[in-house]
């Protein structure tokens, strides 16, 4: 049964991408669009009609990713976004303008589609695009990606198009084993 939903307040067109990042003044949920922003609400505070506590218009073209690096304090977010960046926002910073990317990363893939950030370190995150590389990043050094992984998705011959999107996630196993799959 559906809960709660919202009105066009938070974003003028669909969206893409949602994480979620529990706190303990309430539950934040940050929102990437079709209509270039990012946008972070307050769950208990959607359903009193509550449009967005931060909003970011960093991005140029859809934003297809969203997550939470695992700070409980000052939880960073990651975004990919169609117009070819993955940026590193900062809540604290105002989100209007590109003040509040603190890391971006250019031509990092063909239209990146997902930044996902390990649940275990607050500083490394993955990405990937329309490409057959995901890329381990520190977030400490971003000049290049710590690691780089092939292979992701088939090679496409003759100037075909890509046409899926594999997400990749981190799996934890015990406390220190961490796998991206």
């Known amino acids: 049964r559906l809960v709660l939903q919202t009105n066009k307040s938070l974003h003028s067109s669909g969206i893409f991408s949602m994480d979620i990042k529990a706190r303990q003044e309430g539950c934040l949920v940050v929102t990437g669009s079709k209509d270039k922003s990012i946008a972070v609400s307050r769950l208990n505070r959607l359903a009193d009609g509550e449009g967005a506590t931060w909003r970011s218009k960093f991005h140029t073209a859809k934003v297809a990713s969203v997550s939470f690096s ?37 031509n ?5 589609h997902s930044a996902v950030w390990n649940p275990s370190s607050d500083s490394v995150f993955v990405t ?44 934890n196993v015990g406390c220190s084993d961490s796998f991206i799959l």
């Not at 995901?134 to 198009?161: A, C, E, Q, Y």
Request: aromatic residues 4%; without cysteine; proline residues 6%.
């Open 70 to 106: 695992s700070s409980v304090i000052n939880p960073l977010i990651a975004s990919a976004s169609d117009d070819g960046l993955v940026a590193i926002h900062d809540m604290r910073l105002n989100g209007s303008d590109s003040s509040s990317a603190v890391a971006h990363l250019e």
């Open 108 to 112: 990092s893939h063909t239209r990146p």
């Open 128 to 171: 990937a695009g329309l490409d057959d590389v995901i890329k381990l990043w520190d977030l400490r050094n971003t000049g290049k990606p710590v690691m780089s992984f092939h292979g992701h998705v088939p090679t496409t011959g003759g100037g075909k198009k890509l046409k899926r999107i594999h997400r990749p996630t981190f799996f």
